[in-house]
T-cell receptor, first 114, second 112 residues
Framework: DGGITQSPKYLFRKEGQNVTLSCEQN?????MYWYRQDPGQGLRLIYY???????QKGDIAEGYSVSREKKESFPLTVTSAQKNPTAFYLC?????????????FGNGTRLTVT | DQQVKQNSPSLSVQEGRISILNCDYT??????FLWYKKYPAEGPTFLIS?????DKNEDGRFTVFLNKSAKHLSLHIVPSQPGDSAVYFC???????????FGKGTKLTVNP
């Protein structure tokens, strides 16, 4: 049963701590993406990766870091430098938007930082 | 600068009637458009897409219309069902880009 798995579904952290959100896909997709959703803001692109060991900043990359050591995995680290980390984080994958392959999303991780 | 705009935050329709969700864009380089549906606490799911070389694409109850001169697209759902109640996102990409730009979404409520 192919899909994208994000874990955990809910995550709580204290301010000043780094936290890593997991994203795994078994769809054999080349490209992976991280989006953030805030109320009334829609989805905003944080980082994306088209191939292993390569990734690019999206529109709101400040305070975040990623790695792409394996095709199946694209973890996102929310650092203490991110000023407003509380949000709903969505991971997605596709065969590549240049191929007009739609994004397939995971079910998200809701991060709360207090 | 918002490149994809969904100016109606919410829409309410009766079951069986038509739902029309609208989306405007400003970037003339966009050549591929998609609609996603999202339930609370879940990821968006892909609904339907359209290339800029077409003006209409249909899939079952869902039809997307594209008016390039007006930089406007719309999603029609006929007939609307209570299970269609969700937030609908319009998204667009420019040729050669890997980045998909989303609107802020329209919350559709279909009343029984």
């Amino acid at each position: 049963d192919g899909g994208i798995t994000q874990s955990p579904k809910y995550l709580f952290r204290k301010e000043g701590q780094n936290v890593t959100l997991s994203c795994e896909q078994n769809l054999n997709h080349d490209a992976m993406y991280w989006y953030r959703q805030d109320p009334g803001q829609g989805l905003r692109l944080i980082y994306y990766s088209q191939i292993v060991n390569d990734f690019q900043k999206g529109d709101i990359a400040e305070g975040y870091s990623v790695s792409r050591e394996k095709k199946e995995s694209f973890p996102l680290t929310v650092t203490s430098a991110q000023k407003n980390p509380t949000a709903f984080y969505l991971c997605a994958s596709s065969m590549g938007m240049r191929n007009r392959s739609p994004l397939h999303f995971g079910n998200g991780t809701r991060l709360t930082v207090t | 600068d918002q490149q994809v705009k969904q100016n109606s935050p919410s829409l309410s329709v009766q079951e069986g009637r038509i739902s029309i969700l609208n989306c405007d864009y400003t970037n003339s380089m966009f050549d591929y458009f998609l609609w996603y549906k999202k339930y609370p606490a879940e990821g968006p799911t892909f609904l339907i897409s359209i290339s800029s070389i077409k003006d209409k694409n249909e899939d079952g109850r869902f039809t997307v219309f594209l008016n390039k001169s007006a930089k406007h697209l719309s999603l029609h759902i006929v007939p609307s069902q209570p299970g269609d109640s969700a937030v609908y996102f319009c998204a667009a990409k420019a040729g050669g880009s890997e980045k998909l730009v989303f609107g802020k979404g329209t919350k559709l409520t279909v009343n029984p």
